[in-house]
Each structure stands twice: as C-alpha cells, then as structure tokens.
C-alpha cells in the first residue's frame, strides 16, 4: 500500500501533466523535487498514487492493461504540493 494524492480531483490542477510509456520516460521529465503522481479511474473512485519505484508503477500499469481500471494521466507535483495533497 503505496501514498495517495488527496483530494485527487485537484492533482489535474496542482501537478504539471507529463507523458511517457514507461516509468523510466516519465521519471526523466521530473525536475529536481517534483514526484511522479498517477491518476487512476476505478469505476466508483478515482485515485492517485505516487508512482515511487518501477515496481509501484507496473502494478498499477497491469491493472489498467487489463481493464481492471482506467489510466487518465501522469503528474509531477513539487514538493510543497506533495507534502499538502499525499498521505
């Protein structure tokens, strides 16, 4: 059980969106102090966990290539924001 954006409507807002097919592509757009969020749509929730290691993205990756959930985006948060919105 990873950390989580909160409230996860406000990361669109709050993050820079950034694109990549692979954790390595979107960790390499990351500037110095930013953390790489995901947003994820589950049906009956949304959520955005911080992707902090390959294996964390994967997991969360296989679900969405199986259709289990829906991906809807990556962001870098700064810091500061971090701190705020993830628990």
């Given at each position: 059980?990873?950390?989580?954006?909160?409230?996860?409507?406000?990361?669109?807002?709050?993050?820079?969106?950034?694109?990549?097919?692979?954790?390595?592509?979107?960790?390499?757009?990351?500037?110095?102090?930013?953390?790489l969020i995901g947003l994820?749509?589950?049906?009956?929730?949304k959520n955005a966990p911080?992707?902090?290691?390959?294996?964390?993205?994967?997991?969360f990756e296989d679900q969405?290539?199986?259709?289990?959930?829906?991906?809807?985006?990556?962001?870098?948060?700064?810091?500061?924001?971090?701190?705020?919105?993830?628990?």
């Amino acid at each position: 059980m990873g950390r989580y954006f909160n409230p996860t409507n406000e990361v669109a807002s709050k993050g820079r969106e950034i694109y990549g097919n692979s954790y390595d592509e979107l960790v390499n757009q990351l500037q110095e102090g930013e953390y790489l969020i995901g947003l994820y749509d589950r049906g009956i929730f949304k959520n955005a966990p911080h992707l902090y290691s390959e294996r964390e993205y994967n997991e969360f990756e296989d679900q969405a290539n199986a259709g289990i959930i829906l991906h809807e985006g990556y962001y870098a948060v700064s810091e500061d924001i971090y701190r705020l919105h993830v628990r």
